[in-house]
């Protein structure tokens, strides 16, 4: 399920939604990318994420990081905090379009540095691989359409 979850948020439904719009709005495809892949990638899976992290930090303590002491599990509400916040940024870039680029750069760095961190540890399990390799993803998605931005490939917005 988790896996599943994974593929709709990081590849599917941005994909599906670029299309969608690309279909009916004259939208620059960069500028497509940026929206699309932030709302779902960035702000829907860091949403749900913080949501399960703040009221079940057994989960991501457990079973992604292997640590079943629950003098973690308030870290790990914390780390869960930071996740809704910029879940919140990235959905709401949804509505105010200048919100985009500053959600892109928040959620490639977050990414970028936690798909690090796992690619780094040496006892990675299956388990957290999975992660490894979405934030790795997501983190090269969003470096080239803030590459593209900066570099002025953006064109027109409907």
Known sequence: MYLAILLLLM????VISIIAEAAVA??????????????????LRLLLAGVRQV?????????????????A??????VGFGNLSIGLLA????????????AALVGCLFFGLAGVKHLLNPERSRTESIPMI?????????????????????????
Do not use: C, H
């Open 91 to 102: 959905m709401a870039s949804i509505l105010v379009r200048e919100w985009i680029t500053p």
């Open 26 to 43: 004259n939208a620059d495809l960069v500028f497509l990318i940026g929206k699309w892949f932030v709302f779902w990638a960035v702000g």
């Open 73 to 78: 599990f308030p870290l790990v509400q914390e």
């Open 134 to 158: 979405s934030d790795l993803w997501i983190a090269a998605v969003l470096a080239v359409y803030l590459i593209a931005t900066a570099a002025g490939f953006q064109g027109p917005v409907t």
């Open 55 to 71: 009221t079940k930090p057994s989960f991501t303590a457990e079973t992604i990081f292997g640590v079943s002491d629950t003098k």
């Open 11 to 14: 590849l599917l439904l941005p």
